[in-house]
């Protein structure tokens, strides 16, 4: 009977003490109030604008067509390079160093707008006997890191003070 009752206390107090020290269940943003109403501008036929107003919808926020007072994040252009790691003993490429760069910027009325840069880079293979899985390689880094693009502008969004 006694254990029943210390894990009934125990389990509270664990609970409060990570909520005490910062910690929030992954994908948890508290989006401050006033970005809860929000202008997205960007290419909207982009795969990184979807995944950014996805997560924006799931996080609360009502996207706008605009207006006054309203807060405004506007997506650059999408810049992703490849440039030679490694070659063979027939000077053939064997890897690559992928880069993906983007430019975005969050505009508050009557505040200076606030640029953000988003850079990541991946490495990977280039089996010329696999052309097609090379490519998909490709399109799934280039994938993943658009994912990791909408995360980080998201955890940006929710840090933002002015």
């Known amino acids: 009977m006694n254990t029943g009752l ?3 206390l125990l389990v509270p107090l664990l609970g409060l003490w990570l909520t005490a020290c910062g910690f929030h269940m992954r994908g948890d943003l508290d989006i401050p ?3 809860m109403k929000l202008q997205l501008k960007g290419d909207n036929k982009s795969d990184l604008y979807r995944l950014v107003a996805t997560r924006m919808q799931r996080a609360g926020v009502q996207l706008v067509p605009g207006g006054e007072n309203i807060p405004q994040l506007t997506l650059g252009d999408i810049l992703v390079t490849n440039q030679v790691v490694s070659v063979d003993s027939r000077s053939q490429a064997v890897e690559y160093n992928m880069q ?3 430019e975005y910027t969050i505009a508050v009325p009557d ?3 606030q640029k953000f840069n988003a850079s990541f880079s991946r490495n990977f293979l280039n089996k010329s006997s696999e052309a097609l899985a090379s490519s998909r390689e490709q399109e799934q880094r280039t994938r993943e890191m658009q994912e ?3 995360d980080l502008i ?3 969004l929710s840090r933002l003070k002015y």
């Open 100 to 102: 993906f760069n983007t």
């Open 148 to 150: 990791q693009t909408a």
């Open 154 to 156: 998201m955890i940006q």
């Open 111 to 113: 505040h200076e707008p």
């Open 6 to 8: 210390t894990r009934w």
């Open 33 to 35: 109030p006033e970005y």
